[in-house]
C-alpha cells in the first residue's frame, strides 16, 4: 500500500470569481459539474485529495450544491472504487462544518461520511453516528495499517461485531482493504496516511525553495548594485517563484496566520508582485483594510507615500519580498514612523542575508530563508568593478514618477 495513487485537487482551481469565497449554490453547482467530470476520469483504486488550503470562507449553501451530491454518487457506488478526503480545512471553517443544522448533521440524516484533515493534522470523519467506528478510523489513521485480528483485539469486540464495522466502512469508502502479496492477508488502511498527510502539507518555506531550485531564480556571476550601494555577484529573481496567482494568495494567507487581521495597512514598496501580495493579505484582513506602496523620492534618498494615502495612526504591516541587508525594511519602517503610524511587524518571502539581518524591535516573520548568503561586495572592493565588468542597477526601488 506503499504506493498509493493520489491526486491533489485545489478546490478553488476552476472557479474564476473571487475563488477564495465558497459561498453559493450557484457556485457549488459550478464546481460539481466540473468536479464529478474530474473525478470520473481518476483511475481505479485513486484518492482524490480536496484542498481547502485556499479557502477563506465557506457556508452550508455551498456545500449542499457541492459537496453532498458528490459524496452520495461516490458513497453509492456510482463512482466506482474511488476515494475522496479533503485537506487543509482550519478550525473555523470545520466548526461551521459542526454546528447544529449545519453540514454534519445532513450528512448524518442520509448516512454519509466525509474524512477530513484540519491543518493542524487532526482527522475527522463528518457525519460518523457510530463511536467504535469512528475510534477504529482514528486508530488506523495512527497505525498506518492493521489486520481484522489485531482491530478486533485492540477494541476487544467480537468477530461479528469487527466484521459489520468494518464493512460499513470500505463501503462508504473511508477505509480501504487490500491483500498482502506473500500471505494474501487483508489489511485495512485509512484513505490518507498520517506520512502522506506531512508530505501534503509541507512548510510553505521548502515550497518556496522548491521552486527558486526548479526556476534558477537565482542569477549568477551577475553584477547588480543594491540599494545599500553593495554590489551583488549573485541575484535573486522572485518574480519567477511569484507568477502564480494562487501562489501569492498562499503565502498571503500564511502571513495572514501569522498576524492576524487586526491590521489597517499592509505598507510595501512600488515592485509589482509586492503590490498584488499586500493586496491579497489586506483583502484576507477584511475590513477596510488598505495595501499602500512607496517608492522612492526624485532625490533617492528616502521612501515617499502613493498620493492619496494617509498610514497616520494607522497599524502597519511592512511587507517586503526579498530581505538582504534590510535596506528596503530600514526605509519603510522610517517612512511608518515619520508618519506615526504603529508597526504590527515585518515580514519577506525570502530572506538572502543568511539570517544575518534582523530587527529585533518588531515581530518578524520571514516565509523562506536562503542558508548561505547571496555573494555581495562592498563597492569599494568589488572585484567585478575591476574586472570591468558592467554593473546594472537592481529594480527593487522604482522611483517616483
Not at 484542498?51 to 461516490?74: G, K, M, Q, W, Y
Not at 466502512?169 to 473511508?174: A, C, E, S
Request: net charge positive.
Amino acid at each position: 500500500m506503499g504506493n498509493l495513487s493520489f491526486e491533489k485537487y485545489d478546490i478553488t482551481m476552476d472557479l474564476r470569481d473571487d475563488y477564495t469565497s465558497l459561498v453559493t449554490r450557484s457556485k457549488g453547482r459550478e464546481l460539481t459539474r466540473i468536479f464529478l467530470e474530474r473525478l470520473e476520469k481518476a483511475k481505479e483504486g485513486d484518492t482524490l485529495i480536496l484542498d481547502f488550503e485556499l479557502v477563506t470562507n465557506i457556508d452550508f449553501s455551498f456545500l449542499d450544491a457541492f459537496l453532498l451530491p458528490v459524496l452520495r454518487r461516490h458513497q453509492n457506488g456510482k463512482l466506482g472504487n474511488r476515494y475522496l478526503v479533503g485537506l487543509n480545512l482550519d478550525q473555523t471553517m470545520l466548526n461551521k462544518l459542526v454546528r447544529k443544522d449545519g453540514l454534519c448533521d445532513k450528512l448524518k440524516q442520509e448516512n454519509l461520511i466525509f474524512a477530513v484533515c484540519t491543518k493542524g493534522g487532526d482527522p475527522y470523519w463528518l457525519g460518523s453516528t457510530d463511536k467504535r467506528a469512528t475510534q477504529i478510523m482514528n486508530y488506523l489513521w495512527n497505525v498506518t495499517k492493521a489486520s481484522f485480528d489485531r482491530i478486533a483485539l485492540q477494541f476487544d469486540i467480537p468477530n461479528t461485531e469487527c466484521s459489520q464495522i468494518l464493512r460499513y466502512l470500505v463501503g462508504h469508502r473511508v477505509l480501504r482493504v487490500a491483500k498482502t502479496k506473500v500471505q494474501k492477508a487483508l489489511y485495512y488502511h485509512p484513505i490518507i496516511e498520517k506520512a502522506l498527510w506531512r508530505k501534503l502539507t509541507r512548510p510553505i518555506s521548502e515550497e518556496i525553495h522548491e521552486m527558486i531550485e526548479n526556476l534558477e531564480a537565482i542569477e549568477v556571476g551577475c553584477h547588480y548594485e543594491m540599494p545599500s550601494g553593495q554590489h551583488a555577484e549573485e541575484f535573486l529573481h522572485l518574480s519567477k517563484v511569484l507568477g502564480s496567482s494562487r501562489f501569492m494568495s498562499k503565502i498571503a494567507r500564511k502571513i495572514v496566520d501569522v498576524f492576524g487581521k487586526n491590521i489597517d495597512v499592509v505598507l510595501t514598496t512600488g515592485i509589482p508582485t509586492n503590490i498584488v501580495v499586500a493586496q491579497k493579505i489586506a483583502d484576507l484582513s477584511g475590513g477596510d483594510t488598505q495595501s499602500v506602496f512607496a517608492n522612492l523620492s526624485e532625490r533617492g534618498d528616502h521612501l515617499t507615500l502613493k498620493e492619496g494615502f494617509n498610514i497616520t495612526g494607522k497599524k502597519v504591516l511592512i511587507l517586503v519580498d526579498v530581505l538582504g541587508s534590510g535596506t528596503v525594511t530600514s526605509l519603510l519602517i522610517r517612512l511608518a514612523k515619520e508618519k506615526h503610524a504603529i508597526i504590527r511587524g515585518t515580514c519577506c518571502i525570502v530572506d538572502t542575508s543568511g539570517g544575518i539581518t534582523n530587527f529585533p524591535s518588531f515581530k518578524m516573520l520571514k516565509l523562506s530563508w536562503l542558508e548561505k548568503p547571496l555573494r555581495t561586495f562592498n563597492s569599494r572592493e568589488c572585484p567585478l568593478c575591476k574586472k570591468g565588468v558592467p554593473i546594472k542597477t537592481a529594480r527593487i526601488l522604482p522611483r517616483r514618477t
